[in-house]
């Protein structure tokens, strides 16, 4: 290593390599150049790859790219995606010499290119000739395909391309004539100015060979045709069914045969099927007859072997000479054998058709037979013939009286077969009826006994309806010092219908969600129940379900009332300001239950006088204080050790897209729940509910703060004012808010419209 003066480095061998590259040649790229690229964001080869830094090799010249399109122009999506299944279509045929034969000079091939937009390839097809002598199908192979030189480094594009022009593929030019409708509207809309179809020319050796060959095969008396395709093709699949009927004289004791004809379009051919009843002791066979065309006239004797054919001959000479016979035709047809088959217009209803000898009546028709004959002949009459003897009526059931033994049900399952089969329940009010969710479908009402034991009047029960299986069940509440445990008093199950014979074949009727509603009576195995209440979601289901309950379908009511009133319109409006002297235009419950009463002269049920009230009432909505509720669940929070106020606050921060500090209702409810919140579901959802506005949405700052009980204790009361109890308020049984006075002026607008 050496080293000069004033030199502020060491000259280490391959430092500032580029940097004294780039000041004696002035170029900044050396490195090689890649063989793997990408065409049209297809990954592919490229083999003539340039040189150093790009720089091209002696005798390379730059390519275009593929695209016409600029970069930036156009779609997005690459041509492979954006031209996915898509083929131009062009007719074309090209001219190849023939220097070997005498007979043709040149030949006319006609082929087919089709064009690929999403990867600019090319593939020439040409259709299959019968006896062409030629191998044909596919003439080039589906690749791209350079222009013929000079531009022999560049490929065909779609702009290459029109109607009545000249391309040279490898040397051979083809002329295209026209294309497909899709292929036309594709160039147009890419700004191809289409050129008119050219005409097609014909091979002049191929069309000599046809006119060779039709000369050699036709006859001086051309043959009779016979087109069944036709016939067959426009009737294939179509088939008339008719019922008929055979007297067999063998089989007089059991009545007509029953058969059925089967009329088939396509060939007008006919086969038979018998229907044989049940026990009739034959044996069962396929077909009564077999597929054929049915002779009118048969049996007939039998013909001789080449009676029966399509055509007749001639002999010319009347023996053979040379062991030669000269025939020709019979177009007169003199010794043909003329049969007569049935055909679709010899069949209708009242037919007698002769089949072998034996003479079928045509009885009925199926519909697609009516509408052939109705399209085809005009025929409408298709009145059936009855020929079968009408059924003795089936001896009625007598089903014995239930013994006792067992439920009912098994009891008339086993009356109605030999083998016993278990009952099958109503599954599908199981599934609509079941518990889902939120959503019980339970009925419970609040119930009394209805007795004049003193002891007995004051017992409370409650009385759940199951919608899902009609079962009911009883519970008591127990009160203390009553001398009654309470309890279960009845186990769930159905309930028959009091005033029922017991012994009796008919089922008996059981108990129904129509029969229970407040102010029913109702005795279930003899014990008398007086219902006096229902909880909230009961009346709710009712009310929801009008069309069911008809006591709580408020419609109903109304119009009741109405139509009690209607003359005594005066009278009910001085009744109801003598009763509010103060003008308040709200009266008491009680007042506007007595007024009904009166009203009605007991045509009300206790549940129709509810449903007015609920209708036009004003509830008590007297809620539970919120600092309670507070100090309620910070005391729940506290006893299971919950501190994560600030991992919750960061969460509800990162829901909050606005940044706003609301959050809807069931957004916070799942952020509570996903971080398993140690607080009861209604305790949670009633605090949600203080701290929820008008459109559903929670201030979740103010609600974190006020649940931390870290950082804002609430003190919790030690004396809390309970709303005063009343006798019909039970604790085991949920209420709606109590109906605290009724708004009497819509009532009565509403029953005699609005004073003046």
């Known amino acids: 290593m050496c080293y000069k003066a004033g ?58 790219t593929n695209s016409v399109f600029p970069e930036g122009i156009g779609s997005s999506p690459p041509s492979w995606i954006a031209f996915d299944k898509q083929v131009l279509c062009f007719d074309a045929y090209f001219e190849e010499e023939v220097p070997e034969k005498n007979q043709e000079l040149y030949r006319i091939r006609h082929c087919k290119i089709y064009f690929y937009p999403e990867d600019d390839t090319i593939q020439v097809t040409e259709p299959v000739v019968k006896n062409s002598g030629l191998n044909q199908g596919t003439l080039v192979r589906r690749h791209q395909i350079p222009l013929p030189p000079p531009h022999e480094d560049q490929f065909y594009t779609m702009y290459d391309f029109n109607i009545n022009t000249e391309i040279t593929l490898y040397g051979r030019k083809y002329k295209i004539i026209d294309c497909d409708e899709y292929t036309k509207n594709f160039l147009r809309k890419i700004g191809i100015r289409l050129n008119p179809p050219a005409s097609r020319p014909d091979d002049p050796y191929t069309t000599e060979r046809q006119q060779r060959h039709l000369a050699s095969t036709n006859p001086f008396h051309p043959y009779e045709r016979f087109d069944t395709l036709k016939q067959f ?13 055979w007297n067999d004289p063998e089989s007089q ?9 089967r009329y088939y379009l396509s060939d007008d051919t006919i086969d038979i099927r018998e229907v044989l009843p049940r026990n009739s002791g034959r044996d069962v066979v396929p077909f009564f007859l077999k597929r054929d065309k ?11 072997p080449g009676t029966i054919t399509n055509y007749t001959l001639l002999n010319v000479l009347g023996k053979p000479e040379r062991n030669k016979g000269y025939y020709i035709r019979d177009v007169l047809q003199t010794g043909a054998v003329h049969r007569e088959f049935y055909k679709d217009s010899d069949l209708k209803i009242g037919a007698v058709i002769n089949v072998w000898g034996r003479q079928i009546l045509l009885c009925d028709c199926d519909e697609f037979t009516k509408e052939h004959y109705r399209k085809k002949y005009g025929i409408v009459d298709f009145t059936p013939i009855q020929y079968k003897t009408p059924p003795p009526p089936k001896p009625e059931k007598i089903i014995p009286p239930y013994n006792g033994f067992g439920s009912e049900e098994d009891s008339l399952s086993s009356c109605r077969g030999v083998v016993v089969k278990a009952l099958h329940k109503d599954y599908r009010q199981f599934l609509e009826k079941d518990r889902y969710g939120m959503d019980s479908n339970i009925l419970r009402y609040a119930a009394k006994l209805v007795t004049d034991s003193a002891i007995d009047k004051d017992r409370k029960f409650i009385i759940s309806f199951f919608l899902s299986d009609d079962t009911i069940s009883i519970f008591e509440y127990a009160e203390r010092n009553s001398g009654i445990a309470g309890g279960k008093f009845l186990e769930r199950s159905r309930i028959k219908k009091p005033g029922q014979e017991l012994f009796k074949s008919e089922p008996s009727e059981y108990y129904k969600a129509q029969d229970l509603f407040v102010g029913a009576r109702v005795c279930f195995h003899g014990h008398k129940f007086l ?5 909230e979601y009961t009346f709710n289901y009712m009310e929801k379900n009008a069309n069911e309950f008809p006591m709580a379908d408020f ?22 300001s003598i009763t509010d002297p103060e003008h308040t235009n709200v009266i008491g419950y009680d007042t506007f239950r007595n007024w009904v009463v009166s009203v009605a002269g007991g045509g009300f049920s206790e549940h129709e006088i509810m449903t007015l009230g609920r209708h036009y009432g004003m509830r008590d ?26 991992q919750l606050n960061a969460v509800f921060l990162y829901n909050d897209r606005e940044k706003c500090g609301l959050l809807p209702y069931e957004t916070c409810r799942t952020i509570f729940k996903s971080f398993k919140f140690p607080l009861p579901d209604d305790l949670l959802e009633t605090l949600l509910n203080r701290f929820e506005d008008n459109q559903n949405q929670v201030d979740y700052r103010k609600f974190v703060h006020a649940l931390n009980w870290r950082e804002n204790q609430v003190r919790v009361f030690e004396v809390i004012k309970e709303p005063p109890k009343r006798e019909d ?23 005699f419209g609005k004073e003046e």
Not at 555 to 568: A, G, Y
């Open 7 to 64: 030199a502020s480095c060491s000259q280490i061998p391959g430092e500032h390599l580029s940097s004294l590259l780039v000041g004696e040649i002035g170029e900044e790229k050396f490195h090689r150049s890649q063989i793997c690229g990408y065409s049209n964001n297809v990954p592919m080869m490229f083999h003539d790859k340039p040189g150093i830094g790009g720089e091209l090799l002696p005798g390379q010249t730059l390519k275009v």
């Open 233 to 245: 093709l426009e009737f294939d699949g179509q088939v008339l069914g008719f019922s008929c009927v």
């Open 253 to 261: 004791l059991t009545g007509p045969r029953e058969l059925v004809l």
């Open 294 to 304: 049915l002779p009118k006239n048969a049996p007939t004797p039998p013909y001789h």
């Open 531 to 535: 219902l006096v209440d229902a909880d």
């Open 555 to 576: 419609c109903v009511v109304f119009n009741k009332l109405k139509s009690m009133t209607e003359s005594r319109a005066k009278e009910i409006r001085k009744t109801f």
């Open 621 to 646: 909505e007297s809620q539970t204080d919120l600092h309670f509720l507070l100090s309620v669940a910070q005391d729940k929070l506290k006893k299971n050790t919950f501190e994560n106020f600030e």
């Open 729 to 751: 308020i039970w604790n085991q049984l949920p209420r709606s808010p109590s109906v605290t006075g009724i708004r009497y002026p819509p009532l009565l607008d509403d029953l």
